[in-house]
């Protein structure tokens, strides 16, 4: 049946699924996982077809899920268990291939909370950063508000270009100039990528600003993640470039991997990406944009800090709003996967509005405006 046997000894432990047809990568997952007292291993599985048949039996607080399997792929199980509404929370094991990195979308998509690389290195991949970092997202996932089955309304897509050229129309009639130079810098992470597809696709390409996003992903994830939304939004998606100049009604999305900056160059908002090591644990890191946004032009920053764990992004904008006019937007723990970063930004007092996910795009809009 591509089972293996239970462990013992779970009392108060997360119970743990594992998914993979690598006999290594199931015993490397197994050995990290129950080095931590938070976790155990309770079940393996090393095809999709015998996942499904523990997942319609069991509970879990977690699985850990390959993409490429025998008999049924973490795909077409994610598939399988949105149909039959079997509730999990699932992260995904990827590789950084260009084909990794857009079937990881695809499993975003498919209600999977995050993921974790697929190192090729071995002593990576059993070294003490990698353990880390496995265990952080594990902790995320299993503790995170959603399920593979989201509990949020969906709005169909016809109804939010409806709504955003309606409230475009109500904008320009009551404020059609917005004063000075405008930008929007968006940070998140667990949960992010689902996120962003409720806010980037009901922005206007008349938009008054260019956007920012720092999402925490590895270097080869974010281009999927740029043309994913790019595919959806009436604005311009990119993976940021070194060298772009920003441009009103463009978003711009930080490469993975590396720290996005802005600077000024012969008088125009340019990127740069800095490689120095993580801070807050990630990289790229939010801190560094918005402490970057400081010596720019701009005249006023809409800070946006969506769902993610740890705290990235408060003290950047903390140090921003001491010589910047800033707006903060923080997503409600209601609607949070993981309400770890808004929680962070909310605590400093410089929060000027806490809404739900369907709202952050229809604030953005009123406080930015459109051209």
Request: with cysteine; net charge positive; aromatic share 4%.
């Amino acid at each position: 049946m591509g089972m293996l046997a239970n462990a013992n000894g779970v009392k108060n432990k997360k119970k743990i699924l594992i998914v993979d047809d690598s006999a290594l990568m199931r015993r490397v997952m197994c050995d990290i996982i129950n080095s931590d007292e938070r976790f155990q291993v309770v079940e393996q599985a090393f095809d999709g077809e015998a996942a499904y048949a523990l997942l319609k039996q069991n509970q879990y607080d977690g699985v850990v899920l390959d993409v490429n399997m025998p008999k049924i792929n973490g795909i077409q199980l994610l598939r399988i268990l949105q149909k039959d509404k079997i509730r999990v929370r699932i992260m995904m094991a990827s590789t950084d291939t260009r084909e990794g990195a857009s079937v990881t979308m695809e499993a975003l998509d498919l209600g999977a909370i995050d993921f974790i690389e697929k190192p090729a290195n071995i002593v990576y991949l059993k070294g003490d950063e990698f353990k880390k970092k496995f265990l952080d997202i594990l902790q995320a996932v299993v503790t995170s508000r959603q399920t593979n089955i989201s509990s949020l309304p969906v709005i169909p897509r016809q109804k939010q270009e409806e709504n955003t050229k309606k409230l475009v129309s109500l904008v320009r009639k009551s404020a059609p100039v917005v004063g000075g130079q405008k930008l929007v810098a968006l940070a998140c992470s667990t949960g992010g990528p689902k996120a962003l597809q409720s806010v980037i696709p009901r922005l206007p390409a008349e938009l008054a600003a260019p956007v920012l996003i720092v999402q925490h992903m590895p270097k080869g994830f974010t281009q999927s993640l740029a043309e994913r939304l790019d595919s959806l939004s009436p604005m311009k998606v990119k993976e940021a470039a070194e060298g772009d100049v920003l441009e009103n009604g463009t978003i711009y999305i930080s490469m993975g991997g590396k720290h996005m900056n802005v600077v000024t160059k012969a008088g125009k908002s340019t990127i740069t990406y800095t490689d120095e090591p993580p801070r807050e644990g990630v990289k790229p890191c939010a801190n560094y944009m918005y402490e970057s946004l400081k010596t720019s032009n701009y005249s006023q920053i809409v800070c946006v800090v969506l769902t993610g764990m740890g705290a990235d992004g408060t003290k950047g904008i903390v140090n921003l709003e001491t010589v910047k006019k800033i707006h903060v937007i923080a997503q409600n723990e209601e609607t949070s996967t993981v309400y770890g970063m808004p929680k962070a930004i909310a605590a400093t007092g410089l929060v000027n509005q806490v809404v739900a996910l369907d709202d952050v795009a229809q604030e953005i809009i009123m406080n930015v405006g459109v051209r």
